[in-house]
């Protein structure tokens, strides 16, 4: 009898526990909005850390939230959301991050590339463990067989010039689809970072898609599942070629897969709105 109370108790805990937790995401959401700002006519952003750091006890509220999400509560998520909450809090810990040193610092390396690894100090509790921005994408997002989404790659933002934008709003389950797209083709779309080059014939793109090619490999349906598989980077660089290219015959070139991928400097300035 006592076993069956207790199961009913924690049950109640639970679902309390879950009803507390704001799957929209609205403390994120409301920084974000205040101060992420576009730039590149929308394919890039910068962040008003100093903002950030005048809004300090709020970001802290909202990374309190994350943190008290036990790993019971998660898993019994849909997908979406499980992701949707990833993306967030990668995001929402690598400002903190930056503004434990702000404005004293250049770049997310300033940290240290050994000691003092910015991505793989575990600065923050999450699921009840201690976690760092490399175990959210790498051990997290990015595990095979977990989510197997490459688009993730245009959401999470390492705080860095190079790196795609960080979005002027929360990642929501309702919505992730569109909004994993939308920063797809918003990335592709910056010529700074990606580019057809008539010159050499080459489809100049981000190192992104050289560090992860293997994410590029594993059969991403789209997030429904209802897509051809993509097998390849050039196999899902043909589906953008209209961004990545003016010119119809070098559009036709990166459709049919013939342009040779070369990778652009990775910028890892500090992408603050003061530079």
């Known amino acids: 009898m006592r076993f069956i109370l207790l199961v009913l108790a924690l049950s109640v805990i639970s679902a309390a526990s879950a009803q507390r937790f704001d799957h929209e995401h609205k403390a994120w959401d409301a920084l974000v909005k205040k101060h992420v ?28 939230a994350l943190s008290n999400v036990a790993a019971p509560e998660f898993n019994g ?16 810990f690598t400002v903190e991050k930056i503004l434990s040193r702000y404005p004293d610092i250049r770049s997310i390396w300033d940290f240290g590339k050994i000691f003092g690894n910015p991505f793989r100090d575990e600065f923050f509790m999450l699921l009840g463990e201690s976690y760092s921005l490399d175990r959210i994408e790498h051990e997290t997002l990015r595990r095979p067989g977990a989510y197997d989404e490459p688009r993730v790659h245009f959401a999470v933002n390492c705080a860095s ?36 080059d008539p010159g050499s014939g080459r489809l100049e793109v981000s190192m992104i898609f050289g560090w992860f090619e293997v994410d590029w ?57 003061k530079r």
């Open 37 to 64: 700002v576009l730039a590149d006519r929308g394919t890039a952003s910068r962040v008003r850390y100093e903002g950030f750091r005048r809004d300090r006890p709020a970001l802290k509220s909202y990374l309190d």
């Open 77 to 92: 998520w849909t997908k979406s959301r499980r992701m949707a909450f990833l993306i967030n809090a990668y995001n929402a």
């Open 161 to 196: 010039i190079g790196c795609p934008m960080l979005r002027e709003e929360a990642y929501v389950a309702a919505r992730l689809d569109a909004q994993l797209e939308e920063q797809t083709r918003r990335f592709l779309s910056d010529r700074m970072r990606n580019r057809f």
């Open 217 to 273: 490999t594993s059969g991403f349906r789209g997030f429904e599942g209802k897509l051809p598989p993509i097998r390849s980077r050039e196999q899902f660089l043909a589906k953008y070629a209209d961004l990545l290219a003016d010119d119809p015959a070098h559009q036709r070139a990166i459709r049919e897969e013939k342009a040779e991928l070369s990778f652009l400097d990775y910028d890892w300035g500090l992408n603050d709105a």
